[in-house]
C-alpha cells in the first residue's frame, strides 16, 4: 500500500502551484484529506506554502530520491558489489532496517536510503533529525573477515570516504571531527554511524549509517549536536549550491564500498594521511569530558591507531572512541 505523504510529495515535488481540488482528484481523496496530508509534510518538516484559498507548493520544489538513478550513477566496482537498494519513504532507521536483514555475502553490499527518519540515530544516544527529502540518509551493510583492535577505527575510514565523495559531488571544504562528525563551515554537516553485529571470531555483519544535510537542517534547538556546534547544510553555506541527491547517494556508495574493500584487505593505515589532512580539531583547545571527569586540553591529531591524541597538563596522552565528548571552545 502506497503511502499518501509520498504520493502527495510527488505531485508537490515541482515547485509549482497546485489547487487543493485537483490534488484531491489526482489523489482520489477529499481535500479535507489533502490539507490533513500537507499538514503531515510539514510535521516532517517540509516547508509547503499555501497560495491563495486553495493552493499549496514546496518552493524551489524537491528532488526525490530514485533508485533507478541511484543505481545507473554507480561506477563499476559498486555496481557489482550492490546486492540490494532499497529507498524509503519513511522508516524507523535505514541501520536498522538493514541490521534485520541476511547478512550480504563477502564482497557484496546492501544498501538502503529513506526520505525521512523518525528513528534516526547518532552516537551516544543522540537523534539524528533531517527535514524529509531534504537530506540524504543512508546506510550500507557489508561483511567483513577484519574485525579486532582495528574495527573501532573503521568509522574514520567511512569518515575518509564521505569526504571524498563530497569533493566528488562538487561540495569541498569538508572537515572531520573525531571520532565521527562531518563538518562545514564550522558546523555539524552530517554524521557517522557504524553497527556491527556477528559472533565472535566469525564473519561480522557491518552496518555503515551515514546523514548528511543538503537541503535543510534541524534548527539548533531541535536536538542536542555534538560538541556543541551548529547545524550546517550544502545549500546554506556561503556561495553554496548543493549537489543532486541522488548523484551524491552514489557518490557516497561508490566511495563507502571501495574504502571499506581496502579496509578489510589493509586495515586503517591506507587512510592515516588523509584523515589527518582533513582534521578540524587538530590545534584547537578543547574541553574533555569522560567518565564524569572534566579536563581541558589541546587536540594534537590522532595516533596511527586513530585514537585521538590531547596535549594537557603538560603531557600528551590518548583517548579512545567511545569515552569522551569533544566540545571546541569558542
Keep these: ?15 509549482a502551484e497546485h489547487a487543493g481540488p485537483a490534488l484531491g482528484a489526482a489523489l482520489g481523496c477529499t481535500r479535507a484529506a489533502v490539507w490533513k ?6 510535521a516532517m518538516g517540509l516547508a509547503v506554502e499555501t497560495r491563495g484559498r486553495q493552493g499549496y507548493c514546496i518552493p524551489g520544489g524537491v528532488e526525490l530520491l530514485d533508485a533507478g538513478r541511484i543505481g545507473a550513477a554507480l561506477g563499476p566496482p559498486a555496481r557489482q558489489a550492490l546486492v540490494a537498494l532499497e529507498v524509503a519513504f519513511s522508516i524507523d532507521s535505514t541501520s536498522g532496517y538493514l541490521l534485520g ?4 555475502g563477502f564482497g557484496e553490499v546492501a544498501c538502503c536510503l529513506a526520505e525521512y527518519q523518525d528513528g534516526g540515530r547518532g552516537r551516544r544516544g ?3 533529525l ?3 527529502a531534504r537530506g540524504l540518509c543512508l546506510s550500507l551493510g557489508v561483511r567483513l573477515e577484519r574485525g579486532g583492535h582495528e574495527l573501532p577505527t573503521l568509522s574514520l575510514v567511512a569518515g575518509v570516504a564521505v569526504v571524498r565523495a563530497l569533493e566528488v559531488a562538487g561540495a569541498g571544504g569538508v572537515l572531520l571531527k573525531w571520532p565521527n562528525d562531518v563538518i562545514l563551515g564550522g558546523g555539524k ?3 557517522i554511524l557504524v553497527d556491527v553485529a556477528g559472533e565472535p571470531g566469525g564473519p561480522l555483519h557491518v552496518v555503515i549509517g551515514v546523514g548528511i544535510n543538503v537541503h535543510g537542517a534541524p534548527a539548533a534547538g531541535d536536538l542536542t549536536l555534538a560538541g556543541g556546534l551548529p547545524p550546517a547544510s550544502l545549500a546554506h553555506e556561503p556561495g553554496g549550491r548543493a549537489p543532486s541527491r ?7 556508495i561508490d566511495s563507502l564500498v571501495a574504502a571499506v574493500a581496502e579496509f578489510d584487505a589493509c586495515g586503517f593505515a591506507p587512510f592515516v594521511d588523509a ?16 567518565s564524569g571527569r572534566h579536563e581541558s586540553g589541546v587536540a594534537r591529531g590522532i595516533a596511527d591507531d586513530g585514537t585521538l591524541l590531547i596535549e594537557s597538563g603538560g603531557g600528551r596522552r590518548r583517548v579512545v572512541a567511545g569515552e569522551v565528548t569533544l566540545r571546541p571552545r569558542s
Design 1 to 15: 500500500m502506497s503511502d499518501p505523504r509520498r504520493a502527495l510529495l510527488s505531485l508537490l515535488a515541482d515547485g
Design 37 to 42: 496530508q500537507v499538514a503531515a509534510l510539514r
Design 101 to 104: 536483514q541476511s547478512m550480504p
Design 126 to 128: 543522540r537523534r539524528w
Design 130 to 132: 533531517s527535514p524529509v
Design 189 to 191: 554537516l552530517g554524521g
Design 246 to 252: 541522488n548523484v551524491l547517494a552514489a557518490a557516497l
Design 275 to 290: 584523515w589527518r589532512h582533513a582534521d578540524f580539531l587538530a590545534g584547537r583547545a578543547i574541553d574533555l569530558e569522560a
